[in-house]
């Protein structure tokens, strides 16, 4: 198992994939500047609103030090807002992201917040029941590039999760939910790694 695990702390739902790593015995280290990025294995970019995800962590100086974390091999997961801001391309998006993945995503493709919801969905690499994922304002993968594997569709192929090489993204929450399958799946990336 991975030593730590950072969790990208700037605004969003990042108590919450604390408590996941923490239920899965994994130390979780806040990242609110760069050199908190030092002496961990993995990243964690999570839900919340990407506009001001992207803005703060411009402010914080986090943009090319991610970067360079990602480039480095080092395994970067995405959730919700967090894939909107690891994506090479935003169609509705008036900043700059990350880049980190080959894939063009739409934000908030399922209407408000009144508009959430939850669905089992199967997953590329996990076993037995489905997984129930909760959507919440998500966005969806629109167009992935060859390089670009898909993990997750709903069942009228709308892209929800992907992957390249060390960089994992879903549209959807697990970190709502009491199921830690995909975030053993990516811890499994750091193992990978090594």
């Given at each position: 198992m991975p030593r730590r695990t950072g969790v990208l702390a700037v605004q969003g739902d990042f108590l919450e994939h604390i408590h996941m790593l923490a239920a899965l015995k994994v130390e979780a280290v806040p990242v609110r500047l760069p050199r908190d990025l030092v002496n961990i294995d993995s990243l964690i970019i999570p839900g919340g609103e990407s506009?001001?995800?992207?803005?703060?962590?411009e402010t914080f100086g986090l943009i090319e030090p991610i970067k360079d974390f990602a480039r480095e091999g080092n395994p970067v997961w995405g959730t919700c807002a967090g894939m909107i801001v690891a994506a090479k391309h935003v169609s509705d998006l008036d900043r700059d992201t990350l880049g980190l993945i080959d894939i063009e995503v739409q934000r908030n493709a399922f209407g408000r917040q009144?508009?959430?919801?939850?669905?089992?969905?199967?997953?590329?690499?996990?076993?037995?029941?489905?997984?129930?994922?909760?959507?919440?304002?998500?966005?969806?993968i629109e167009k992935v590039n060859s390089n670009v594997a898909i993990l997750a569709e709903l069942d009228d192929g709308t892209i929800i999760a992907a992957q390249q090489k060390n960089v994992l993204v879903t549209a959807f929450h697990p970190e709502l939910t009491t199921d830690t399958r995909v975030h053993e799946l990516f811890l499994g990336l750091v193992n990978l790694k090594r």
């Open positions: 506009t001001t995800i992207s803005r703060l962590m009144i508009d959430s919801f939850q669905t089992n969905i199967t997953i590329s690499g996990l076993k037995n029941k489905p997984f129930p994922a909760i959507f919440i304002r998500a966005p969806i």
